[in-house]
């Protein structure tokens, strides 16, 4: 069930088996012959050096090289205080936003990290994914403001970039209006019917909810889908095999069934596979397998696949759109707003087409480009 484009992702080097060996909690998982510093970037890169901090056995570290050892320790004590911070900011901001009737949904890290880690700060979260619907967006955004968030200088838009991040401190929040920025999954799973469907995390209050189990699952499985052809972490994967583990076979096909009417089936069936390779994660693989050869074709599927172009990907999300749609993002890509130009480039004065110029041209202004 896992397309040959994604082959380059499986478990292949000696680190990979490290990798694999901690977060599994063997007393075996040093070898002699591996590169500290190599261990030390894959960890990082895959955010998951928190995890592998936990999940070591104490008979594990003594073996361990003393570099390694530090940066596990550093990893896992700056999550710990980014967690207590991210914490005590959701406990002030969502019952400010329940009191002026703003439905916000914590996506991703944050909901997963309560409800199937041993501790939340074993999950890397660098920023706080909330998701509201279109049409609160700004008045979420106005609160954030007003509690001292600075938001970021990046493009949004109707079609594109359905998302923006704002800032205070060490604390990040990203807005999110679309449970994608893609529209190949921007419409697999409906707001209200989340919402209706929600879960409550006890841990950050009262006010605080993240989608239902099930919604959490499929988000995962397009969220990782959407980031395969350009970047690739661990933490997003071991996500998908604490929540597939946890739950029985009948609950995990009822799951695949709703993944097969939102045409999505395949993405998820391709997480499913590659999460095994990495973890063990079990699985019904002959019920998977009749899902597969029942399922009609999927252009979700097209994301399935590494190093995939900057043109490919806009060929899918073409693809996904209507006309109008796609005269839309066509038009926000090549003539973004005036303000957003003038941010990026610092510049109140200098004649607008030369600024768009410049855009096109590759010219990178006072922030880095978040097109």
Known sequence: ML?????????????????????????????????????????????????????????AWARLPPPLQA?????????????IQQTLALRELLPLVQRRAVPVLLLKGVPVS???????HHRVKTDVDALVRPSDKDAFIELLEALGYRRSDGLTGRALNRQLTLTRGDVAIDVHWSVSNTALFARALDFETMWAERAPIPALGEAAYGPSDEDLFLHACF??????????????????????SHWGPDALERCLQRAKRLRILRVCLACLALSRAWFGTPYPEETC???????????????LACRLSRLSRLRLELAALGWRERFILLREMALPP?????RRYADA???????????WLGLRGKSPSLD
């Open 71 to 83: 940066w596990l320790k550093s990893s896992a004590r700056r999550q710990a205080i980014l967690d």
């Open 338 to 342: 005036a303000d957003y130009l003038r």
């Open 223 to 244: 969220h990782l889908a959407v980031h395969l052809s350009y970047e690739f972490a661990l933490a997003w994967l071991y996500d998908i095999h604490l929540m597939a």
């Open 114 to 120: 309560h409800r199937r880690y041993a501790e939340a």
């Open 349 to 359: 004065t200098t004649w607008l087409p030369w600024l768009h110029a410049r855009r």
């Open 3 to 59: 397309p040959d484009a994604l082959a380059p992702l499986l478990p292949s080097t000696p680190v990979d088996a490290f990798v694999q060996r901690a977060l599994a909690g063997r007393a075996d998982a040093w070898e002699a012959t591996l590169s500290p510093t190599e261990v030390i970037q894959a960890l990082g890169a895959h955010r998951i050096g928190p995890l592998a901090c936990a999940q070591l056995p104490a008979d």
């Open 289 to 303: 397998a009749e899902l597969a050869r029942e399922a009609a074709p999927e252009l979700s599927a097209g994301a």
